[in-house]
């Protein structure tokens, strides 16, 4: 408790402080790019690494393919389940234990392939040949896309569908439904395909006996145009979000805190991807959720601090503009720091009691706070020195106006 | 106090009181709530998919295949036309890309004979590229008017035929909803092992086919016996007798049919008939939804559906239709609907139209009967269906424009592809929730605690006005009927670690005013007051990040924007306003203020 006026307040960070943050700020700056580097480094390194071999460990929504979460009824170990779906054709299959949430269930595996359905672009090739002939009639169309969950059918002759049915399973390609398609005498069939869990369900079963996969709790898959389409999109909003905030604080500010809060903007969401580079997290959309609210959060300590920044330049205009953003940084601290704090609580709760989707969430929020109140002070205040001394002071300068290096107004109106 | 602190009082208190009802729905159980919030207050927030449990489809309709098939047909028809008219039997039709059609005569001179004789029927559909008199070439496009038309109905027709096939499921709540090629389907509270009949039922192309009415059987009759008897008739099954006179001989149809107020009684009855009684293989029942209007002529929501006994093989199906448009009758002025067919298709219709005037013909869509006109004479490559009844001619228009739509749309049967599934267990769900409940206390103590900690009383109000915005946000997320998903969960978390963010600023404000030695009065009304536009400006930025987030994202993470959007415009109000007036209170009258603040 200290004391002011008669007023007792409970204060961790004291009024008056003065620490050096600018004088500094080639240190700070120093450690961002040896970050940013790292995370370069991290992204680079994920690409060639055998075990890794992507940039991020991106979820299913942006890598397309499934992912499945397989409980099991009895103990089943990680290469049992690898092996089986290997020999059933998912050579590309990756099994991870997935923790149940209540911690009660032990066997459950996340299975992810790259597939979206049960047929693949070499298998199809052999059920084309394979039914080339089908009774008297020969196939004259066959149309089938990668991942697509139908195959289309032309032949020259009718053809019953429960036979083709039963061709297609004599070589290993389950059917949910067989119909004819299209007008009669085109004698077209479509072939819808069984589902993609049920598939390696079935596969698991046969192997490990029957009734050893308990439940599926969770099936999600995306086609691989939809996860370049998520991947597209994710990337477009991240800038819009970035522009949109931009202009709103040339708007409310000046145009020269404009660049500021974008280094620092895009200074977070480049660290938070990084930390995702270095744990492997898996980066899902959610996560390009949790960048989009960070990149808002941590607006609000720049916000804060440039506010103080345009409060005390109107008043202290003697003073260098460099000297007032340190003092308006410490005067802000003891704000920044515990907007922050109170944030990185609850995420913090959300990290170490959450589950999923809550989880990734919250491991992205944590950084994300830390590394934007971090930028708020380092990065977006020297950007912001920077661009003053670079073209409203040398621009006085040239004007003869000088003799003190001068800090502009909201009253003067700055032309950059 | 002041007078405007009462009033500000009444309507914080009118809105918290509000905000109270809005939520009943969704925390007590409908049993125990009283009666007027059931009259008044019925909506309530959703467990997200997520939660609850069920299936996320997104289709894409393959636009592109309706699109090449059209031009299949195209082609098809066009070289059937030269064969018949013009007696040319060397040609090559073959295709290209998409959209075009090459057409090569063996005999080069021959492509004159593709004139404007020929040409003239595909005058909305085709046209000629290119012609290459010397080598005998012709390319033929389709019309880019007409692409966009394909695809257009192909697309609705995918969202129609979704619709429908979501609807006979009786899923509880489905959502379906477009995004550009897109069709978002959301089913929640399914069982897993309905999962994948479910997908089947839905991803299976629909097909328009046109079946003769076998009026008059034995079979109906002998059905009907068996309707009649007491257990069915219990069930609702009604025997309805149905006549019709033929226009041009007078000769007269008798037949019966069965009437119930759903399809699922019907489909029950027959199914369970067997033997004699059995619905004979080569026949089968066409179910037909009724609408039906009370003694005013006026509509009424009663949808009971009625049976209509026919043979199985399509006589007809859709792709031979080439156009459907609504029209109006010369002669009596009500609306109607007139269809073309392509050249194959008019050779079968007036083939088969002939052998069967007087009967009815079903237009079935999907296993639905769709409506089933009288055949009044032979069809060939024109016809025109009037609609029964005498309604109110407006409600008979839309019926002609719904039937257009039905026949236009089943003239392509667009396949529907998916892109996009997630299926979620019901267990997955409850877990998620439970867990994400616990870490919302956690979060939501140590907020509490460091606010009292470290603001004392002050930090009571920044409670007090967190509690209230946690009740404001839930309230017009009732309001707004939306779905909690577990993104949306972390977004009402973030929204308590949020929420005094905008207090800490305004007392440290308020602190810094006490330090210059300011009275207690004036530092509270100075902190806020210079703590306004930062604490506004933090508001916007998370804002516009927000709308960026809840314009682009899908689903859940549509959830997580929802209740951050929420959240910000209820924090502002909250933290901003509401704490203030909890300040006056506190602090006490101009002039009789108290000399220290517990801040």
């Given at each position: ?416 | ?167 006979k499921l009786g899923v509880a709540e489905p959502t379906i909803i477009k995004k550009g090629t897109d069709i978002i389907v ?296 939306a779905s909690l998903t577990l993104p949306g969960i972390a977004g009402l978390v973030l929204t308590i670690g949020m929420a ?100």
């Open positions: 408790m200290s004391e002011h006026h008669g007023h007792k307040f409970f204060e961790i960070i004291k009024p008056g402080s003065n620490y050096e943050f600018i004088g500094r700020s080639r240190t700070w700056i120093g450690l961002s790019i040896v970050l940013t580097l790292i995370t370069v480094g991290a992204l680079i390194f994920n690409v060639m690494s055998k075990s890794r071999g992507h940039v991020l460990n991106w979820g299913v929504d942006f890598r397309g393919g499934s992912e499945i979460i397989i409980e099991f009824s009895k103990a089943v170990e990680v290469g049992e389940v690898r092996k089986v779906l290997s020999d059933a054709g998912y050579h590309d299959a990756e099994v991870v234990k997935y923790a149940d949430p209540t911690g009660q269930k032990q066997w459950n595996y996340m299975v992810r392939v790259g597939a979206v359905s049960v047929l693949s672009e070499q298998q199809s090739k052999q059920v084309r040949e394979s039914l080339a002939k089908e009774g008297d009639a020969s196939l004259k169309r066959f149309e089938w896309s990668e991942g697509g969950d139908k195959i289309y059918l032309r032949y020259d002759k009718p053809v019953d569908p429960t036979a083709l049915a039963n061709s297609l399973k004599a070589i290993g390609v389950n059917t949910t439904q067989v119909q004819a398609f299209g007008r009669p005498g085109d004698h077209g069939y479509e072939v819808t395909l069984v589902g993609l869990d049920s598939e390696i369900r079935r596969a698991l079963d046969t192997r490990l006996g029957a009734g050893a996969v308990a439940a599926i709790p969770r099936v999600e898959s995306v086609g691989a145009k939809a996860g370049k389409q998520l991947q597209y999109d994710a990337t477009r909003s991240l800038v819009f979000a970035i522009l949109l905030i931009m202009v709103y604080i040339a708007f409310r500010f000046d145009l020269r805190y404009g660049p500021g809060t974008v280094v620092a903007l895009l200074h977070d969401a480049v660290l938070t991807i990084g930390a995702f580079a270095v744990t492997y997290k898996e980066f899902s959309l959610t996560t390009v959720a949790a960048i989009l609210t960070i990149i808002g959060f941590s607006m609000n300590d720049t916000i804060v601090v440039f506010d103080r920044i345009r409060e005390n330049a109107a008043k202290l205009r003697d003073r260098r503009f460099d000297r007032i953003v340190n003092q308006s940084i410490n005067e802000t601290l003891s704000r920044t720091i515990w907007t922050s704090a109170t944030v990185f609580f609850v995420t913090l709760a959300m990290n170490i009691f959450g589950v999923g989707v809550i989880r990734d969430f919250a491991f992205a929020m944590n950084v994300g706070v830390i590394v934007g109140t971090y930028s708020s002070i380092f990065i977006a205040s020297p950007v912001l020195i920077w661009l003053n001394d670079k073209y409203v002071a040398s621009q006085r300068k040239s004007q003869g106006r000088t003799g003190r290096r001068r800090a502009a107004t909201d009253e003067e109106p700055v032309e950059t | 106090m002041e007078r405007s602190w009462w009033w500000k009082a009444a309507l914080y208190g009118v809105v918290t009181v509000l905000a109270g009802l809005y939520l009943v729905p969704t925390l007590v159980p409908e049993e125990k709530q009283p009666g007027f919030i059931k009259r008044h207050f019925t909506k309530r927030i959703q467990l997200g998919l997520d939660l609850q449990g069920g299936l996320h489809l997104v289709y894409e309709v393959n636009v592109d295949k309706a699109v090449s098939d059209k031009v299949d047909r195209l082609a098809t028809d066009v070289e059937d036309k030269l064969r018949r008219d013009k007696g040319v039997n060397d040609v090559v039709v073959s295709r290209e890309g998409r959209d075009f059609i090459v057409l090569t005569f063996k005999n080069a001179a021959d492509n004159a004979k593709l004139d404007e004789s020929i040409l003239k029927d595909y005058r909305k559909s085709l046209d000629v590229a290119e012609r290459d008199a010397a080598k005998g070439v012709v390319r033929l496009s389709i019309d880019p008017d007409q692409v966009a038309e394909v695809q257009d109905y192909a697309l609705r027709q995918g969202i129609e035929t979704i619709r429908n096939r979501v609807d959301e089913l929640p509270g399914l069982k897993p092992s309905d999962f994948e009949r479910i997908k089947t039922i839905i991803g299976r192309t629909a097909q328009l086919e046109f079946k003769i009415v076998d009026d008059g059987s034995q079979y109906m009759l002998k059905a009907a016996q068996e309707a009649s008897k007491p257990e069915w008739k219990a069930q609702g099954i009604e025997v309805l007798p149905d006549s019709w006179t033929e226009k041009d001989t007078g000769k007269q149809h008798e037949d019966v049919y069965l009437k119930a107020k759903s399809r699922d009684v019907l489909e029950k009855f027959f199914g369970g008939l067997t033997g004699d009684l059995a619905v004979p293989p080569d026949h089968e029942i066409g179910f037909e939804e009724l609408s039906t209007r009370g003694e005013d002529g006026a509509a009424t929501p009663d949808r009971p559906w009625r049976t209509h006994y026919m043979h199985k093989r399509a006589a007809l199906t859709g792709e031979y239709l080439s156009n459907a448009d609504q029209n109006w009758d010369q002669q009596t002025g009500r609306p109607e609907v007139a269809f073309e067919l392509d050249h194959q298709g008019a050779a079968i219709s007036e083939r088969m139209t002939g052998e069967n005037i007087g009967r009815k013909m079903a237009i079935v869509l999907d296993d639905k009967v769709n409506s089933a006109p009288v055949i009044e004479g032979r069809i060939g490559a024109r016809g025109r269906i009037t609609l029964g009844g005498f309604g109110d001619p407006f409600a008979l228009q839309q019926e002609a424009k719904d039937l257009v739509a039905v026949l236009r749309s089943g003239a392509l049967p667009a396949p529907l592809r998916k892109t996009f599934e997630t299926q979620v267990g019901p267990t997955m769900g409850r877990d998620s929730v439970d867990k994400a409940k616990t870490s919302m206390y956690i979060g939501a103590a140590l907020v509490i605690l460091f606010m009292l900690i470290y603001y004392r009383l002050s930090g009571l109000i920044a409670i007090v006005a967190m509690v209230l915005n946690m009740l404001f946000m839930l309230a017009i997320l009732a309001g707004f009927e005094v963010d905008a207090n800490i600023i305004i007392y440290e404000r308020i602190r810094e005013e006490l330090r210059m030695g300011k009275s207690v009065r004036t530092a509270v009304d100075a902190g806020f007051a210079r703590a306004f536009w930062t604490v506004f400006d933090a508001h916007v930025t998370n804002f516009v990040a927000g709308v960026v987030l809840y314009s682009y994202g899908s689903g859940p993470i549509r959830g997580f924007a929802v209740t951050l959007l929420v959240g910000i415009i209820t924090n502002l109000f909250t933290s901003y306003w509401l704490s203030h007036w909890m300040f006056d209170a506190v602090v006490g009258r101009r002039g009789a203020a108290r000399n220290t603040l517990s801040i």
